[in-house]
């Protein structure tokens, strides 16, 4: 069914659109998630099915995603301003073009297929974006949840890509609704908006922790060390001795004490991985360990390095600096009385700051990569995912933890892998003051929220400036630093080893979108050329 519109209505409901998508990142509700795409669906529906009107509706439906991209994360300017541009790019072509295989097919086949290719042509493309060369996943739409956790409790069996499915739908229903009137439409409309808040409330208050073994004692440590200043005027020796009168405020008791991203490691000391202990920074900490914490394991970010025999031993990532090939890593060590070297390298890096996409192809390129604390330059990977095992004596049987380095958070699938592997407690370590006073760092924390649901895992979140604390696995903090805070925060946390239907099977939902989407294509360009199918116009 076509409407009639004019340009300034067509614009005022793309900036309603915008709004609507944007309140679940800005600290108000996702809620109208359920609605967002509305307006956008409006103006389609404004428009034949011609060629001209095609390119007309493409520049709204890029204006509304370039603007809900700019209204949401419009902070990544504080660290590299291309990297808001690439972005808000990227989500013009990616959602936009999504929404235009909509926009055509809605004129020239039957409402079915539309809207199934919108459904899952969107899951497949937030399933892109979290798993290709360049990904910036921030605006997956279940993330707009993250505000909301009392409403998704059900991410433990679907991820964030399930609150997706849900905004899709509920806004399919509502532009039914609204178009065509009738009582049985609002009432599934309402009914698909409603079911799935009150189903999360039945989760959450039946949800129980199913303990693996006596609570952990965790300490969270954070410096509040200005990224763009004293990361960088300060001395490592001046830096580590912030982070031990920080770590000796640590109670007795202490299983855990873990410290932010990159806290040691370059700036004259640099941790090889053949023998860490060379490293100043790494033996004060092991000989504070050694002297006031005997039992409890340190959890640190470092830059870290490994040499490799020759070129013929060194890896796609390796640097060359004279006849010494080495990898230049963003981990995290974890230090305790077996002396054996536990290191797990960050996995997920942040495109234009510590990965270049297509290497390949764009090696010659590789000196623009942003520099951000020491953090410049293609890292190295692990091709897994690797836990830390503390055993004493208050658990004898031993805690397995886990440590994603803070980018990784972002990552739902590839966070509850750690605990798919075993980890039984998470610990994000991650330094979000690259962004200043802004969203950012909010957002990036709410993230940790909707992972300790997919997981049912409580987090321990201990970030260099931004906000520190701690989440159950209901998503609920119970403890937190915020902005422009030193300081440290202690909690006993409950280790579990139960794993979730999601930390299992992942992002099925956007596997399984991108099949039927890629069906969808090729079902409608078959029966277009044919001229003979129902679903066809």
């Known amino acids: 069914m076509r409407i009639t519109l004019k340009t300034h209505q067509r614009a005022l409901l793309a900036l309603v659109s ?4 944007s309140l679940g990142w800005l600290r108000v509700s996702g809620l109208t998630l359920l609605v967002g795409l509305v307006p956008l669906m409006l103006i389609s529906a404004s428009y034949d099915g011609s060629r001209s009107a095609f390119w007309r509706m493409f520049g709204w439906a890029a204006l509304v995603m370039g603007g809900w991209t700019v209204a949401t994360c419009w902070w990544i300017y504080y660290a590299a301003a291309i990297g808001i541009v690439a972005a808000t790019i990227v989500a013009m072509l990616l959602f936009g073009g999504v929404f235009m295989v909509y926009h055509h097919f809605s004129h020239h086949a039957k409402p079915a297929l539309a809207y199934t290719a919108l459904v899952c042509g969107w899951l497949w493309a937030e399933h892109f974006y979290l798993n290709g060369e360049i990904s910036f996943p921030w605006l997956v739409l279940g993330n707009g949840f993250a ?6 409790q059900w991410y433990e069996f679907t991820g964030a890509l399930g609150g997706s499915l849900w905004v899709l739908l509920t806004n399919i229903l509502a532009f039914e609704w609204l178009l065509k009137k009738g009582k049985a439409r609002g009432v599934v409309a309402i009914a698909v908006a409603v079911v799935p808040m009150v189903v999360s409330l039945v989760v959450g208050a039946t949800f129980k922790e199913q303990p693996s073994g006596p609570a952990a004692t965790v300490t969270v440590v954070q410096p509040n060390i200005d990224p763009y200043t004293e990361k960088y005027t300060l001395s490592p020796t001046e830096q580590t001795h912030t982070m031990l009168s920080l770590m000796a405020q640590a109670p007795a008791e202490a299983d855990y004490i873990v410290l932010p991203e990159t806290v040691i490691g370059d700036a004259g000391d640099h941790i090889w991985e053949e023998n860490i202990y060379a490293s100043r920074s790494v033996s004060a900490f092991e000989q504070f360990r050694a002297q006031h914490h005997p039992e409890a394991q340190i959890i640190t970010g470092a830059m870290t390095y490994r040499r490799y025999a020759g070129a013929q031993d060194a890896s796609p990532t390796a640097r060359r600096s004279g006849s010494l090939w080495y990898d230049r890593y963003n981990a995290a060590l974890a230090l305790d009385q077996d002396s054996t070297l536990k290191v797990s390298h960050k996995s997920r890096l942040v495109v234009g700051v510590e990965k270049m996409p297509y290497m390949k192809l764009l090696k ?33 049987y031993g805690v397995q933890a886990a440590a994603p380095i803070c980018y990784e958070s972002v990552y739902g699938e590839h966070f509850a892998g750690f605990a798919a592997d075993g980890a039984q407690v998470m610990m994000v370590i991650t330094n979000d003051g690259w962004w200043h006073d802004t969203e950012g760092y909010r957002q990036h924390f709410s993230y940790s929220r909707l992972r300790a649901i997919e997981t049912r895992r409580w987090v321990c979140r201990a970030a260099n400036t931004g906000i520190s604390g701690f989440i159950t696995p209901k998503g609920e903090v119970v403890q937190s630093l915020g902005w422009d805070q030193r300081g440290v925060l202690t909690q006993q946390v409950v280790p579990t080893r139960r794993v979730t239907f999601y930390a299992t099977w992942g992002d099925y939902l956007g596997r399984l979108g991108g099949y039927v989407f890629l069906l969808c294509l090729l079902y409608y360009v078959s029966y277009r050329v044919r001229k003979k199918n129902h679903l066809i116009k």
Do not use: C, M
């Not at 915008?18 to 998508?21: A, E, H």
């Not at 505000?147 to 998704?152: C, L, N, P, S, T």
């Not at 953090?375 to 004898?396: A, E, I, M, W």
């Open 364 to 396: 010659p390129l590789e000196k623009l990569i942003v520099d951000l604390g020491g953090t410049t330059g293609q890292l190295g990977v692990d091709k897994y995912r690797r836990g830390f095992l503390l055993r004493n004596s208050r658990h004898p």
């Open 18 to 21: 915008i709004v609507l998508l």
């Open 147 to 152: 505000g909301d956790v009392w409403a998704v």
